[in-house]
C-alpha cells in the first residue's frame, strides 16, 4: 500500500482544514486508517484512526470533538477534518495503514510523506 498525504497548509487559530490520504493498494477491511503528527522537537503521536470496515473511530482527547476522521472505500480514500485549530495543533500531519486497532506508531506498516499544517495565533 502505498500513501499519498495531502492538503495541509497554513491557517489563522479557529480556522479549518481538511487533510486527504489517497491509498494505492488493497486495504482490508480488518485494517485501520490512522492520522498522527509530529510537532518540531517531539515524538510522532497518535491524532485518530478509523476501521477501514466498519468505519468506527477513535480520537486522541487533544482532538476530539474538532477533528474527524472519514473514509471513503470505492474511493480508497481517508480524510481528516480538522476544525477549531488551535497553534498547538502545528505539526506534520502523517496518514498511515497498520493492520489492527493500535494508536502505536510501530504498529502501522504503511506511511504516508506528511503535510505540514501551521496554526497561527
Known amino acids: 500500500v502505498q500513501l499519498q498525504a495531502s492538503g495541509g497548509g497554513l491557517v489563522q487559530a479557529g480556522g479549518s482544514l481538511r487533510l486527504s490520504c489517497a491509498a494505492s493498494?488493497?486495504?482490508?477491511?480488518?485494517?485501520?486508517m490512522g492520522w498522527f503528527r509530529q510537532a518540531p522537537g517531539k515524538e510522532r503521536e497518535f491524532v485518530a484512526l478509523?476501521?477501514?470496515?466498519?468505519?468506527?473511530?477513535y480520537y486522541a482527547d487533544s482532538v476530539k470533538g474538532r477533528f474527524t476522521i472519514s473514509r471513503d472505500k470505492s474511493e480508497n480514500t481517508g480524510t481528516l477534518q480538522m476544525n477549531s485549530l488551535k497553534p498547538e495543533d502545528t505539526a506534520v500531519y502523517f496518514c498511515a495503514v497498520g493492520p489492527a486497532f493500535s494508536f502505536i506508531v510501530r504498529d502501522y506498516n504503511y506511511w504516508g510523506q506528511g503535510t505540514q499544517v501551521t496554526v497561527s495565533s
Open positions: 478509523i476501521r477501514w470496515g466498519t468505519g468506527s473511530t
Open positions: 493498494g488493497r486495504i482490508f477491511s480488518s485494517h485501520v
